[in-house]
């Protein structure tokens, strides 16, 4: 079988470790020939220690970034990996790390004390605890040699100081950039290109320091990521082409853009922009040249795609008015509440009319089919109105009693005058009916009505009541006239069983 087989002298015995959760990187030779994993914690050699670090790249890999990097690696200063790191060695580097906050804090206070113009960043101490970096950022010199004895005598390490840059520190502080993305420089980018205006104006941005800046406060550094890409496309776009003479006046070039090989031009008695080709560009160079001037620019009509609107969400939330809701509420309770009284007044008209037939032996005309009926609507509109008049003129009211009242009344009066007639005459048949009297039930009303006089009459029926006391005063009065020698004789018919 022809399987490739690994060669152990020609691989690499480099290997990357990380430091301070990627913050810094750093190559180590493996001597020992063991096999290591991305993530073990490795025990290296230290400054009169040790320390542990954590595998980031090993194999073949590792050449190409020492390459970059510019490391040889046959260099006596890479240090060894010892072994893997035991319990106690990780145990050590934990309480290490732990110091690390309340020594960079103290450490910051001191600087402050000696009014030095400069701003520690980060603290990295060895996993044996003997050695501890400080890495600050400062515009100017700074002279800490009073701030590292200072430091030796209070956190009893050696104190190593180091500068970093700007993009350096925001590198170790790290964050999120403004495409959603953790920072370039806390995760993979570790070498730092210097980043001008010039990159932006190539790439057709508006030259806004806000945007442009990033974290640090420098230029983005991704504003050279693109960059070369822009310039090879730039290539084939005419040279001192930023001003086009023509008849209406100088042309100024605003943009270009590559996707569609097109350059922009305003006018100076105009805001609008005039997209223009790059062979209509040459050819008014060409004419400019020749000292002759075209009368118009003769810009390209761009075509747009309809963009179809998607349907967004739209929170309602207190725009929407509850008075809609109520009236139509309302008007809901109005109708049934009509519907209800409509529907009352016809059961007792329909009573009514099976006990009163009309005379002649006809159907009532009241009783009509549903199609004849007029609708509820009106009913209940003319009640209302019916019903406001009488609240608005009680004094009609009073004076012009219902219909339905005063033909009780006169029925009343015409039964009282029967029952009278009946005396005189010595009728024993008393309390006849009259004649004219259409309903029987009005007839028997008008008995128990003579048959409780010493009854309290009831607020509906007062006028009645009073109707009656008036005619039955006027008839004992004939009574006496008539019959000198005669006692008063009462409305009730006297007893036979003596």
């Known amino acids: 079988m022809n399987l490739p087989m690994s060669d152990e002298e020609s691989s690499c015995k480099i290997v990357e470790l990380s430091f301070k959760n990627g913050s810094r990187k750093d190559f180590f030779r493996n001597n020992s020939l063991q096999h290591f994993e991305k993530g073990e914690y490795v025990t290296i050699e230290g400054v009169s220690g040790f ?4 595998v980031s790249l090993t194999g073949e890999l590792v050449r190409v970034q020492m390459k970059k990097k510019g490391v040889k690696e046959f260099s006596p200063d890479i240090k060894k990996i010892l072994r893997r790191s035991s319990d106690r060695d990780i145990e050590l580097f934990k309480q290490s790390k732990a110091r ?20 520690l960043s980060e603290v990295e101490i060895q996993a044996d605890g003997k050695k501890a970096t400080f890495f600050y950022t400062a515009d100017e010199r700074v002279d ?14 050696k104190v190593e100081m180091r500068q970093i840059g700007i993009r350096q520190e925001a590198g170790k502080v790290g964050g999120i950039g403004s ?6 420089c806390s995760t993979w980018l570790t070498d730092f290109k210097s980043v001008n205006t010039t990159a932006a104006r190539y790439q057709n941005l508006s030259i806004n320091q806000t945007k442009l800046s990033g974290q640090c406060g420098r230029l983005k550094c991704c504003l050279n990521y693109e960059l070369d890409t ?80 998607e349907p967004s969400f739209v929170d309602v939330v207190g725009q929407i008015s509850l008075r809609s809701l109520e009236r139509s509420d309302k008007k809901r309770k109005n109708k049934s509440r009509n519907e209800r009284t409509d529907r009352n007044r016809g059961g007792k008209s329909a009573g009514t009319m099976g006990q009163q037939p009309h005379e002649g032996g006809q159907d009532n005309p009241r009783i009509k089919s549903r199609s004849e009926r007029p609708d509820r609507s009106e009913q209940s509109r003319s009640n209302r109105n019916n019903r406001n008049n009488k609240l608005n003129n009680p004094s009609q009211n009073v004076q012009g009693a219902p219909q339905k009242d005063r033909d009780r009344t006169a029925n009343g009066q015409s039964a009282r005058k029967g029952s009278n007639a009946g005396q005189k005459g010595g009728n024993p048949n008393r309390g006849a009916q009259p004649k004219g009297i259409n309903d029987a039930a009005e007839q028997r009303q008008g008995q128990q009505r003579t048959a409780s006089q010493g ?27 008539g019959n000198d020698h005669k006692p008063p004789t009462s409305d009730i018919s006297p007893s036979t069983d003596h």
């Not at 690390?100 to 701003?119: N, P």
């Not at 031009?265 to 560009?281: A, E, G, H, I």
Request: proline residues 4%.
């Open 51 to 54: 320390d542990v670090g954590e």
């Open 100 to 119: 690390e906050q309340q020594v960079l804090m103290r450490s910051r206070e001191i600087a402050r004390d000696l009014k030095l113009a400069m701003k």
């Open 144 to 157: 800490f040699r009073e701030m590292i004895k200072a430091y030796a005598s209070e956190f009893k390490v």
């Open 179 to 184: 495409c959603g993305r953790e920072l370039c």
């Open 230 to 309: 822009y310039l090879d496309a730039l290539q084939h776009f005419p040279n001192n082409a930023d001003k086009l003479e023509i008849q209406r006046g100088r042309a100024t070039l605003v943009k270009k853009d590559i996707f569609k090989d097109l350059m922009w031009y305003t006018l100076p008695d105009s805001n609008k922009q005039y997209p223009l080709t790059l062979k209509r560009v040459q050819e008014i160079l060409r004419l400019n040249s020749e000292g002759q001037r075209p009368e118009n620019l003769e810009a390209v009509e761009l075509v747009g795609k309809i963009q179809e609107i």
């Open 455 to 481: 009854r309290k009459p009831k607020p509906g029926k007062e006028r009645e009541n009073r109707n009656g006391q008036g005619n039955r005063g006027e008839n004992k009065g004939r009574n006496h006239q």
